[in-house]
């Protein structure tokens, strides 16, 4: 007897698997149910799904080769529908041929100089940017939290450590800009950096260094042995 999708157990429910189990506990069938929404009148999403894939032995490189067309003659397969299987399957192909974008690395003060300076080090007011980085010290985002002016900017640490949750960091690396070319910190930074740190270890995500940048050159509070 079938049964719709939603008198399902919510942990079955291919979307509400999704958001609760991740994308990867899900089979290629209930992924692409989850791409048309819904079955027939007689048969669920999944399973409307299972049989498009069977037509093909499971195969989702034979499915990607199946036109609009053919995939419309089955029953519970409109046209938008059929777009949108076709569409998903092409994106696949197109990562396939992509070459793996490689993160950058942070080995050092140095290599944040590097990639900041380009950013900040010849900007005429200051900003604040932190940098997100997985347990292999990569960078997995950089997020300007603020732009201010000549002499300071205002940071939100709930926004610091929110987006940080949000790209599962490990450490982040705190890193603004002094227009003035001085690379001194002043007592609010020393403070803001004290209080980042602090938050950090609240929540496990360790703070690893703060880099003034400028024009020319950096101070990084960690060599310096403030950390």
Excluded at 35 to 58: D, K
Excluded at 191 to 220: P, W
Aim: charged share 25%; proline share 3%; net charge neutral.
């Amino acid at each position: 007897m079938y049964t719709p999708i939603n008198q399902w157990a919510e942990d079955d429910r291919p979307r509400e698997k999704f958001l609760l189990k991740g994308k990867s506990a899900l089979s290629d069938s209930e992924l692409l149910a989850i791409l048309i929404g819904s079955g027939s009148r007689n048969e669920s999403a999944v399973q409307l799904c299972q049989r498009i894939l069977a037509s093909t032995n499971n195969n989702l490189n034979q499915l990607g080769k199946v036109s609009v067309q053919q995939l419309m003659e089955f029953k519970g397969i409109g046209e938008a529908k059929a777009i949108s299987i076709a569409a998903a399957l092409e994106l696949g192909r197109r990562r396939r041929n992509e070459d793996v974008v490689e993160l950058d690395k942070i080995t050092s003060s140095k290599a944040v100089f590097q990639i900041m300076q380009p950013i900040i080090g010849e900007l005429h007011h200051e900003e604040f940017w932190v940098l997100y980085l997985n347990n292999s010290n990569k960078v997995l985002h950089k997020a300007q939290l603020s732009k201010g002016g000549m002499t300071g900017t205002v940071v939100d640490p709930r926004i610091v450590f929110k987006i940080a949750l949000e790209y599962n960091a490990i450490s982040i690396i705190l890193t603004h800009n002094h227009p003035s070319g001085k690379l001194v910190p002043s007592d609010q930074d020393k403070e803001l950096t004290r209080r980042l740190k602090l938050a950090g270890q609240q929540m496990h995500i360790l703070v690893l260094d703060h880099i003034i940048i400028t024009e020319t050159g950096f101070y990084s509070f960690n060599d310096d042995g403030i950390f």
